[in-house]
């Protein structure tokens, strides 16, 4: 089997996700680009924050609008490890991000292919384009591997 | 027609909404309570902060977090202007909101009785006790009047 090497951006998000599992929490990892530029990374830090909103993908588009001093990502791109769940697919909506790309699928608690399709709604304001599937393996191995120490 | 009294923190989010407004944001406002104390509040200040993820209900949740210092808010009740959209209502399902009173109907954004209709999707690991229409009529005014004058 040919393995293509991940895009750098996708690396990144893979290494924020193993940083968020070194401190206990859930290994999702997050990194907002524009035009191929980083402007933010965000990973999953809901018990150490005490923020039940700290998803990386929140993290990330939060440190995004900061950085940038606007609340609207315009042309911004988002790549992160896991399928966004609906809280998450409804930030990206109104943050206006460009491109989704996400690794692995969540059938549990994904809202973009899954349960609550917040992108297929038709009132949905912005739809991003998505490109699902890059990075599964390795993002789904190190959730897998979270769990299994947990249990 | 006989006018019955709003509930105290439903008085309380319509402050806030108008607060929202007087900053010249969109007027949504919102209260957390646990047995009968208030918890946080939160206003819709997405321009202000910079911050797309900035909805009342947000603002509100993550303040309550961090004051009970536990990301999970059993047993709290969420009263809010308007039907939350995707985001917030994801939220509230992180947050473990245990019900959730909200004034105005949202057909365009809300997801909730409309939409995404998160609370609805099977996979959805916890639904709060719902309460429409509590304030409902000062809350559309509100945003009514906001609209208008930006016209």
């Given amino acids: 089997m040919t ?3 991940l895009p ?3 690396l990144q998000a893979l290494a924020e996700a193993r940083k968020a599992a070194d401190s206990g929490e859930v290994p999702i990892g997050a990194v907002i680009m524009r035009d191929g530029v980083v402007i933010s990374t965000g990973r999953n830090a809901p018990r150490a ?17 900061l950085a940038l001093g606007n609340e609207r990502l315009d042309g911004c791109e988002l790549w992160v490890t896991l399928e966004p769940c609906a ?9 206006r991000i460009a491109r989704l790309y ?20 038709p009132q949905c304001l912005h739809r991003p384009e998505v490109y699902p599937g890059i990075g599964e393996a390795p993002a789904a191995q190190m959730l897998r591997s979270f769990f299994q120490q947990r249990r």
Same sequence: chains 1, 2.
């Fill in 3 to 5: 393995r293509w090497p």
């Fill in 8 to 10: 750098e951006p996708m």
């Fill in 49 to 65: 924050r005490h923020d039940p909103t700290s998803h990386a993908e929140i993290e990330a588009i939060r440190a995004a609008a």
């Fill in 87 to 95: 809280m998450c697919a409804g930030a990206i909506v109104h943050a």
């Fill in 102 to 121: 996400y690794g692995a699928s969540d059938p549990k608690g994904g809202a973009v292919e899954h349960g609550a399709r917040v992108f297929d709604q």
